[in-house]
């Protein structure tokens, strides 16, 4: 295995890992027993990569046969019910670690897409599928509003990650900086979102004013 394959293979556990880490927060938030927490994490931190797994033909997908994504769940779930205190100290931290996790699987799905010979088209909206279809499922199963539904800056951060890999293989930049360089941005632009309360043109809002 080559020096960049092993840099994906490790960007891909982190992002489960606190893809899981934001499901199981969010599952500990409701109440959930611990096998619903263990669900929700495992939901969140592998629905994305399983669905873009089935669109590419990686079958069957990465996160049912590979054992060390299953330990990344497990660890998250269990981190989460013994420290969850300690966990709670972030600001937010579902958003935190729900962002990280965006950014990093916005990478990954779109290197995977790409490496199994997809054109660029693809591999921009399998990484924003791999990126947000674990959050789709998990606010799903929380009975939330899934967040690419609302106004907030979420896919479209998930895309720019993307749009960046696409754009440093056509431009064949070393895949370690466009790696890092991409996953940075796509953090940068969701976590600023969040802070400065940045969002996406809403029509409802529009119409709310028209009738005052």
Known sequence: MNSTSTIYSFLDLLGTFVFA???????????????????????????????RDLCIGAIPP????????????????????????V???????????????????AVTGARKAIFFGHNYEVAVLL????????????DILLNRIPVIMTKEIYASAAMVGAIIVV???????PKEIVAIVAIVSCFGLRFLSLHFHWDLPSFGDQEKGKTK
């Open 21 to 51: 880490l934001s499901g199981a927060v969010a599952a500990r938030q409701k109440q959930l027993d611990m096998f619903g927490i263990f669900s929700i994490a495992f939901s969140v931190a592998c629905g994305g990569g399983i669905i």
């Open 87 to 105: 966990v709670n100290v972030f600001n937010q931290p579902v958003l935190i670690f729900d962002a990280l996790g965006l950014s990093v699987f």
């Open 62 to 85: 990465a996160g049912l046969t590979d054992w060390r994504y299953l330990v990344m769940v497990l660890l998250a779930s269990v981190i989460t019910m013994g420290f969850y205190r």
């Open 127 to 138: 990484g924003m599928v791999t990126a947000v279809g674990g959050g789709v499922i998990r």
């Open 167 to 173: 754009g440093g293989e056509y431009l064949r930049y």
